[in-house]
């Protein structure tokens, strides 16, 4: 492990004193320059969309076949049908992550419910494997509950035990 307080040494000129700790080098000299590159990306793709989507508002409002939409799904389909979803990738893209996210979002807060249910202060130690199983249970309660005891118990029974399979 490498102590971020101790002088930097550049592997290339290991003689030549560099004067910065090795926190400096890996925080200051990578990891914002990193971090920058990655802004200045995330700003050039919002132009990209701003621009694309002005576009695709002029193109749309001339096109009569998108006058009598009933919502965001909808509008999917019609810019399939019309191929405008090759035009504007991402456009359509902005579109389809709409339709998506509620969904997303919903199993994730229901996900979040029920790791609230189980992972309580009795049962706090619990690892994650434990706890994966423990909330696909919690949420497939409904389908669970359709299988029997009986098929379980025989599930387990014909299981070879450790020793066995050696």
Known sequence: MVNMESVY??????????????????????????????IQELGNR???LFYELGNYIAN????????????????????VETRKHIDFPLVYRLIKLSL??????ASVERSFSSMKHLKTELRNRMGDGF?????????????????????????????KTRREKL
């Open 131 to 159: 706890l994966n199983d423990a909330c696909i249970c919690y949420i497939e309660r409904e389908f669970l509950q359709q299988v029997s005891i009986e098929d379980v118990m025989q599930r387990f029974q014909k299981m």
């Open 9 to 38: 040494v550049d592997p290339k000129i290991r003689r030549k004193k560099t004067g910065i700790t090795n926190r400096q080098h890996y925080v200051v000299n990578n990891f914002n320059t990193v971090l920058d590159m990655q």
């Open 60 to 79: 749309v409002k001339e096109d009569t076949r998108f006058d009598d939409l009933n919502g965001v799904s909808e509008l999917a389909k019609r810019m």
């Open 100 to 105: 998506v996210l509620p969904v997303a979002m």
């Open 46 to 48: 919002f132009n990209e």
